[in-house]
Antibody, heavy 115, light 107 residues
């Protein structure tokens, strides 16, 4: 069955970096575009970024452009989110999701940016 | 950016009721509209894509309609497990955007 498992979250100081991973299994990872979506505590869902099936195209929300980088390794079936220059407003649960229309979601990983 | 506006923000209903949630896009998105259900502390679950197509395994009590700028999610025969927050989302153009959510509460 389709599984998406995020990891890499934690507490980090403002200005620091963090890398999130999303391990995919149960489907042919290399043919699907993949997203990162986040949800700040008590708030709604915010789309963060999309990477095309082959990693050749990437799209970002304006709020993260230039600081967060989406990538993927199709040989390992892993999606990444490299997070730099983190701000307190980046505090959220980060989810990975499959396909253009978000058909499957992972369980999320919490990132807390605080001094 | 395309703004997605859901109404109402909160909806109170009873078990067995039929309810409708509305989602309006600030510009036309054809049928590139999805609906999600989220329960507290859980990841969102996909219900509908293409405005009206149910994902596999989603019960037929859920239905979606609309095209262009106006969309609806209807849930019939409410059961206790249906009380949750529902989000619409457009995937017509970047940046993809979500509605603010509709919390469905038990009356």
């Amino acid at each position: 069955q389709v599984q998406l498992v995020e990891s890499g979250g934690g507490v980090v100081q403002p200005g620091k970096s963090l890398r999130l991973s999303c391990a995919a299994s149960g489907f042919t990872f290399s043919i699907y575009p993949m997203h990162w979506v986040r949800q700040a505590p008590g708030k709604g869902l915010e789309w963060v970024a999309l990477v095309s099936f082959d990693g050749g195209n990437k799209y970002y929300a304006d709020s993260v452009k230039g600081r967060l980088t989406i990538s993927r390794d199709n040989s390992k079936n892993i999606l990444y989110l490299e997070m730099n220059s983190l701000r307190p407003e980046d505090t959220a649960v980060y989810y990975c999701a499959r396909r253009q229309d978000f058909d499957f979601w992972g369980q999320g990983t919490l990132v807390t940016v605080s001094s | 950016d395309i703004q997605m506006t859901q109404s109402p923000s909160t909806l109170s209903a009873s078990v067995g009721d039929r309810v409708t949630i509305t989602c309006r896009a600030s510009q036309g998105i054809s049928n590139y509209l999805a609906w999600f259900q989220q329960k507290p502390g859980k990841a969102p679950k996909s219900l509908i894509y293409g405005a009206s197509t149910l994902h596999s395994g989603v019960p037929s009590k859920f239905s979606g309609s609309g095209s262009g700028t106006d969309f609806t999610l209807t849930i019939s025969g409410l059961q206790p497990e249906d009380f949750a927050t529902y989000y619409c989302q457009q995937y017509k153009s970047y940046p993809y955007t979500f509605g603010q959510g509709t919390k469905l509460e038990i009356k």
